[in-house]
């Protein structure tokens, strides 16, 4: 019996995991945590019963103890809350789903604790990367990768030698915008990039993934997860989603993972590795499929994943700048407060305002996503 924490339990990943969890009928929940979405937490708390819940608005958090005061759960709130459940007895795992920066103090005190983590939260990398890799090896925990994308490159990677890397294939669908201009995505509003081809994701990260951001943030999420050079890293389109990731090893030798595009396997394969168990669900069918196709990225029109080969190159605080930038620009665009092309021009423009911090201390990494929020609220009046 594995008994499991789930930090972001009310979205997508969160949901989904929950999945794996009722269909496999031997994992406990010791606790969950979300953001505000209360209504879905007392029905997870009615279903699931873990012993803590954490609720970041401290208002909802006191509504929902009302209303779960008839059960065994503790109610808990803000990022206290957060750190608590992290450190908490009596679980082995903790999936971090939370959305953003939020997430990194959580996973290093939940690393701290001994606890493995079935990581979704890419920024916790892509920002604190330095800092997170060297606590999983002193601490002697597993860091297991949860985005499909690195799920398959670990996949790939089983039972091979590190060492024998010579590049990572990183596949992207290409998105909703997939061959359009910079001039044709003009006047895009959040309804038009919301509609991804192939995957169903939280708002965040399916703007991320029209843009290509998301891709830039995997493609240095990769770069800690398998100590890999970011010039070894490539990325290579495959619009149907069926071809998760590659590896190139030094012989010339191409190792793939395929499936549908379903988040349940690499949330399963996470949370059971080394053992892979059963799932229901839809199967590849190659006579159906008939062919998988290839493109090179745009990173002309799509300027994210550029950006984002440039914050990895620049180290230090730089990519800090490049996620906070992007969350807040993501955040403005689906409040209908900028242009779609915004996005990356906000970004760009606060990495070149920024003054690089060559090794930040986790204090400098929060301090430069503010720093980051408060240049480009500047630049509104706000």
């Not at 389109?237 to 590896?247: E, N, R």
Request: hydrophobic share 40%; with cysteine.
């Amino acid at each position: 019996m594995k008994t499991i924490a789930i930090l972001g339990s009310t979205g997508s990943i969160g949901t989904q995991t929950l999945e794996v969890v009722r269909e496999n009928g031997d994992i406990t929940v010791a606790a969950i945590a979300a953001g505000s979405n209360i209504d879905m937490l007392e029905a997870q708390i009615r279903e699931f019963s873990p012993k803590l819940c954490g609720v970041w608005d401290e208002e909802r958090a006191k509504e929902l103890a009302v209303r779960v005061a008839d059960t065994g759960t503790r109610i808990v709130s803000g990022m206290d809350g957060l750190m608590e459940i992290a450190q908490m007895d009596g679980y082995e795992i903790l999936v971090t789903a939370v959305v953003g920066m939020i997430g990194i103090r959580p996973t290093i005190a939940a690393i701290r604790a001994g606890k493995d983590i079935a990581l979704a939260n890419k920024e916790t990398l892509v920002t604190a990367g330095h800092l997170i890799m060297p606590l999983v090896k002193e601490n002697h925990v597993r860091l297991l990768p949860v985005d499909s994308e690195h799920s398959a490159i670990f996949q790939c990677l089983n039972g091979e030698h590190r060492n024998k890397i010579e590049k990572i294939l990183l596949t992207a669908s290409g998105g909703p915008f997939r061959g359009m201009t910079r001039e044709q995505m003009k006047h895009m509003k959040p309804e038009d990039a919301l509609k991804h081809p192939n995957w169903s994701m939280g708002r965040k990260i399916t703007i991320d993934s029209s843009t290509m951001v998301n891709k830039g943030l995997e493609v240095m999420e990769a770069r800690w997860l398998f100590d890999v050079d970011l010039d070894r890293i490539q990325v290579v389109v495959q619009p149907k989603s069926i071809i998760h990731s590659m590896v190139q090893f030094t012989d010339g030798a191409v190792m793939a993972q395929l499936g549908t595009p379903d988040m349940k396997l690499p949330i399963q394969y996470a949370l059971y590795y080394p053992e892979r168990r059963p799932m229901g669900g839809g199967r590849l069918d190659f006579w159906e499929l008939g062919q998988i196709t290839f493109e090179r990225p745009d990173p002309e029109n799509f300027r994210g994943l550029a950006l984002a080969y440039r914050a990895g190159r620049e180290g230090g605080s730089v990519p800090v700048v490049f996620n906070a930038a992007n969350e807040k620009a993501v955040a403005m665009f689906l409040n209908r407060e900028i242009s779609y092309l915004e996005i990356t021009d906000l970004i760009e423009a606060s990495m070149d305002h920024h003054k690089k911090i060559e090794a930040p201390s986790l204090e400098e990494v929060l301090e430069a996503e503010q720093e980051t929020y408060r240049f480009i609220e500047s630049r509104f009046g706000r």
